[in-house]
């Protein structure tokens, strides 16, 4: 967030300058590339949305050509690298006091070199006040846009791009934040708009709502009397006297009536029987603060009261409220929490959006776009570039919604491929893909921040090492450690931040600051060294295997799967060791291992599978470059292969550490093809498939996964999953239900985590699950 010191506009980009404490490059970032505009004006806030290309750089490999030569050379790497640039699509969304729009839109006009269009979409009540203002400044016509269709649109694209956009707010929880996993399917829903009055809308699909009802008693209404009874004429004013104030001075209660519970219809003595009640006898003055929480409490029920009632009539349990009388204030959030969860005897849940601010703007910017189809693509947080949900606590930040001028920042970028649920998911509405929720469990938050911290100088000498020949690399590196080192600081004192805390979240908020300064593959040349070693190793590995009786050779081929996983760059038992032991290898790796039986131990189950017929088809998800992705899983996928089952390998769409990226996996499988006839006819028979899984994460996504890999999963009647690696299966997936056979296989290469699951560093965990019948 950026912070704003002047209360008033200036008429140039030099006056925002001088305005707030961010630079204006920082908050309306890549302005130069801004391809189309939409803007969302309400009373007190402006949200601006614009679409911009990124260039940023990409780490490519490709197989070397030896046309022309005798023979590969002895000392050559597997593959060349290069660094190329890339153009990617984002979103940006910008949101600011009203105050500011002058200043801010002489900054954008200022800086406006490639916008590709001659219109801006606008939304909002303010679209109508500001229409000349903007037209003049930015010399695009506005076109405006119907305010509840842009809503609607902008609440079904969070909903659909952004896990953990929905909450529940608790107040006395800590954090008071309870995150919703997203269901796959988002409708029905209804949402809940609460402006100057209130409008209740069902929303059925991408395009079929309809507004169902209302009230005329809104945010408008506290306001308006609250001006009256109070003289305070700033809506945040009356919400912070309403946090201060006690209803019940005001109210009359039940027991104030009854003398106590009124046990024949069962109700509880503290309930409100009469809002404002006790002013009608008491002879004396109410303080601004019990009259401002007596209306808000009033309203807060009579909207949940009617959130409820539509809710099931239309037999629908999702109810998402928003509008300028919630914008994240903890008074109404938790006055309507409690209103529907009391009348609907807890059957209907009141949900919150972390982006409810910015879903005007968002459905302005798609209603505008619809010749590009942004729908047609998946779309994902970029953590170092967003602001991050603020804490609500008084506590905390007493006036924090009256600050002057903050600016709240979201960036969204497009993913080049369209994410989907894996079908081999027992129940998506149910899954939840990490294991410890790092919100909740501080002992373990507190842990794995400081665990980060720590790690920052060995990732910030990684990414300038990947960079010899770049002479801005250690500034820009800097750059990244101060990015996140602050990104880590804000998760410490408000870990709900960017939804629910992960040990996943904070490794991809790691990659995203290494991208924004133009690192995106620290450990490229890491990979093609040990890529190019474990190739050489691969046949003794293989004829070792074969000269095995069947069952020794399972068991062998397991131990490598396991061996191969210790070589994790991202662990620090395993960097220190390979740092300091260059001649560390696959042999050594396999010494390290835990003895049987392992800290959880399925290898005897597993073992008796193999004994019956084979799998249809095996997807598994790979972990490591090098001995991990070589000599471990190639020659476990050899053996399937050998049984007679296909293989679908999948691999990181882009890089996260060593993980082996599915560009290099084509090229490994491709050497391993030359030298092993059985994975060169399984490669050219379709038997074995290389895919990639859409992510760029160490940490594996169930739920969001390439399209391409779930069709292939359906076609290939698929009916054992792989998943190995203590990212993918330790961290995440580890309870993860799947309607198939399913094998999670990791080595634990870090001593606090095993010492929390009863193991030690290398312990072992082999999973074989079978789903119940």
Known sequence: MAECGASGSGSSGDSLDKSITLPPDEIFRNLENAKRFAIDIGGSLTKLAYYSTVQHKVARVRSFDHSGKDAEQEHEPPYEISVQEEITARLHFIKFENTYIEACLDFIKDHLVNTETKVIQATGGGAYKFKDLIEEKLRLKVDKEDVMTCLIKGCNFVLKNIPHEAFMYQKDADPEFRFQTNHPNIFPYLLVNIGSGVSIVKVETEDKFEWIGGSSIGGGTFWGLGALLTKTKKFDELLHLASKGQHTNVDMLVRDVYGGAYQTLGLSGNLIASSFGKSATADKEFS????????????????????CLYAKLHNLDRVYFGGFFIRGHPVTMRTITYSINFFSKGEVQALFLRHEGYLGAIGAFLKGAEQDNPNQYSWGENYAGSSGLMSTSPELFPMQRARSGTFDLLEMDRLERPLVNLPLLLDPSSYIPDTVDLTDDAMARKYWLTCFEEALDGVVNRAIASQPDAIDAAERAEKFRQKYWNKLQTLRHQPFAYGTLTVRSLLETREHCLNEFNFPDPYSKVKQRENGIALKCFQRV???????????????????LLAGNVFDWGAKAVSDVLESEPQFGFEEAKRKLQERPWLVD?????????????????????DNSGIDIILGVFPFVRELLFRGTEVILACNSGPALNDVTYNESLIVAERIAAMDPLIQSALREDKLLLVQTGSSSPCL???RLDKGLAVLVRERSTDLVVIEGMGRAIHTNYHAALRCESLKLAVIKNSWLADRLGGRLFSVIFKYEVPAK
């Open 288 to 307: 601004k603060e019990d009259m401002s929480k007596s209306l808000l409490h009033m309203i807060s029920n009579d909207i949940g009261q009617l959130a």
């Open 542 to 560: 293989i004829r070792s295997l074969d000269s095995l009786g069947w069952e020794e050779r399972q068991f062998a081929l397991v131990k490598g």
């Open 602 to 622: 399925s290898y005897g189950e597993w073992l008796q599978r193999l004994k019956g017929p084979p799998h249809k088809c095996a997807l598994i998800f790979a």
């Open 701 to 703: 996504d169930l739920s």
